[in-house]
């Protein structure tokens, strides 16, 4: 019985250790990504745990990004506007969402703020 429960013990500790290395490869792998598309100075938290949960499951409890700029072929920017664009599924209908958000600078930080979100059929979402 002792055997066992030390074998629980270890592959729980195992469990862990493998999530939170998970956690830092693609942490890593996000904060490549995003400087490779122009933001500098990068830092990608996931929140939450376990990772692996999240991940398979594809929704994150919280995501945090900081940057200190963005390189654009006018120079570094610190403020401004940002649009992104994603499908998402509701009821099983799948529309495409907008949205646009204010970038402020805080000092070594990047700030968004959604100012507003239109799906496909152009109604806007309050």
Do not use: C, W
């Not at 830092?24 to 598309?37: F, P």
């Not at 499951?57 to 654009?72: C, H, K, M, Q, Y």
Request: charged share 25%; aromatic share 4%.
């Amino acid at each position: 019985m002792r055997k066992f429960l030390v074998f629980l013990v270890i592959l729980a500790l195992a469990g862990v250790a493998g999530d939170r290395v998970a956690h830092r490869l693609a942490t890593d792998s996000a904060e490549s990504r995003l400087a490779s598309k122009g933001l500098t100075g990068t830092q990608v938290e996931v929140g939450g745990f376990p990772f692996m949960d999240q991940a398979l499951g594809r929704r994150f409890d919280e995501v945090r990004l900081d940057a200190t700029s963005l390189r654009t072929a006018q120079g570094n920017a610190g403020g401004g506007d940002v649009g992104l664009r994603r499908d998402v599924t509701v009821l099983g209908q799948t529309y495409t969402a907008t949205a646009v958000g204010r970038v402020q600078a805080l000092g070594r930080r990047l700030r968004v703020t959604a100012t507003s979100i239109k799906i496909t059929d152009g109604s806007a979402v309050d």
